[in-house]
């Protein structure tokens, strides 16, 4: 009986090549088939790193085509990798098709991690991280995405999204009109590559920072929008509770309680007890 392969998802630099794993390259070196979105944009990547693997194009046009033969090879005992045109594959790209196919049918999925344009720009970006949902791009088409926006306005996590060069006014100056200036936004360009910047504040300064020079309206773009610091994210029994427990006990006792009751932050709770107490 031929014992069957494995699929390995592997992660792929997102533009500084120095940053690929020596697990992802032995990966690569070692599988039978490595399936790409775009084998002539992987190919430069593979022939600089001197992997000879054959590939298979696999992209959003044929992958529901082309997915259960795939599977039919790693059940014949064939290895195969799946890589992206950069970054960790299925997080905002195609893909999601196969790895279903082969879970559902029994075979073996193994993620060889390494680069991701969401966490790489989070991590440097200076806002909350607890939370946050990443939504891919935003909609095209103007209504829809204010909608998209606004569905963020109260979130209680960072909001993360890709956006092109060619969109990037358009969509900053939408979030600017649809969750208010004050809202903080952070922009990271050019990730982990020779340009790679961050601009963070309110849209209306981000804007600016990009009309200062036109080369920063070039190159993928990754936009964060920080939580809502109003007080919606917390509940209307939360709220009740801690009111009334400070009008008998200190503070940062209140908060606690609330906090431990209602699995919210003690830090978070004290501080808006704080701010209501100087409202008074």
Request: hydrophobic share 40%.
């Amino acid at each position: 009986m031929t014992e069957t392969g494995t699929l390995f998802i592997v992660a792929t630099p997102i533009g500084n090549l120095s940053d690929i794993t020596q697990r992802a390259l032995d990966t690569l070196n070692e599988v039978d088939l490595i399936a790409a979105e775009d084998t002539r944009h992987s190919g430069k990547l593979l022939s600089h790193f001197g992997v000879k693997t054959k590939m298979f194009p696999l992209h959003d046009h044929n992958e529901k085509q082309k997915s259960q033969l795939l599977v039919n090879k790693i059940k014949e005992g064939q290895n195969i990798a799946l890589i992206s045109d950069a970054g960790t594959p299925l997080i905002s790209d195609p893909s999601y098709n196969l790895v279903n196919v082969a879970r559902e049918q029994g075979v073996a999925v193994v993620p060889i991690p390494g680069p991701s344009a969401v966490i790489t720009a989070l991590s440097a970006a200076g806002l909350p991280t607890d939370k946050f949902m990443f939504c891919g791009f935003l909609p095209v088409k103007q209504q829809a995405k204010i909608t998209e926006i606004e569905a963020h306005k109260q979130a209680i996590y960072t909001s993360v999204f890709y956006e092109s060069p060619r969109r990037i006014l358009d969509t900053l100056a939408t979030i600017q009109a649809t969750l208010g200036d004050e809202r903080e936004v952070v922009l990271a360009k050019e990730l982990t590559k020779h340009y790679e910047a961050f601009s963070k504040g309110s849209c209306q300064s981000i804007i600016e920072w990009l009309n200062e020079d036109t080369d920063r309206l070039q190159g993928e773009m990754v936009v964060m929008i920080s939580p809502n610091k109003e007080e919606q994210g917390l509940s209307a029994e939360a709220d009740a509770l801690l009111r009334r427990l400070m009008q008998d006990l200190p503070l940062k006792k209140a908060a606690g309680i609330t906090a431990e009751l209602h699995g919210l932050k003690k830090n978070d709770l004290y501080k808006l007890a704080l701010s209501w107490q100087d409202k008074e």
